[in-house]
């Protein structure tokens, strides 16, 4: 299952209708677990976002059809986040390529000159000045 963070602001017509609003999360929450959608957590909240919603899905579609559906009521506009646990960012790290040795210098301007000098030595001086340009 993958883990979803949902953030959600009220339109003009949720706050119209806010005191139903945990009604409505509710009956939400009863029509997608139907869809293999699990609420996990559902905060109202003070600021920019009316309420965070943290939710398994079985996969990003699902994840998708549950909350266009819930903004197409017309009380809602969503900004959804997937949300990778400890291990899941360990495997996704696992996977990354590692770069080439040399191919990358997070160094100083001046270090990267000197290690293009390095790499010059012991070639003639025509194919060393033709390399910095």
């Not at 677990?33 to 600021?47: A, D, F, H, N, R």
């Not at 969503?78 to 899941?88: C, K, N, P, V």
Request: glycine share 6%; aromatic share 6%.
């Amino acid at each position: 299952m993958a883990t979803y963070i949902s953030l959600v602001q009220f339109t003009d017509s949720g706050i119209q209708a806010a005191k139903e609003t945990t009604h409505r999360v509710a009956d939400w929450a009863s029509k997608v677990e139907s869809m293999g959608v699990t609420i996990k957590q559902m905060y109202w909240t003070l600021g920019q976002y009316d309420q965070v919603c943290v939710f398994d899905a079985p996969d990003d579609e699902t994840a998708a059809s549950v909350l266009l559906g819930a903004d197409m009521l017309g009380n809602i506009r969503t900004q959804t986040l997937r949300a990778f646990t400890s291990s899941e960012m360990e495997n996704i790290l696992a996977k990354m390529p590692s770069p080439r040795r040399g191919s990358f210098c997070n160094c100083e301007p001046q270090q990267r000159e000197n290690r293009r000098s390095r790499l010059g030595r012991g070639l003639p001086s025509t194919l060393v000045s033709e390399s910095k340009l």
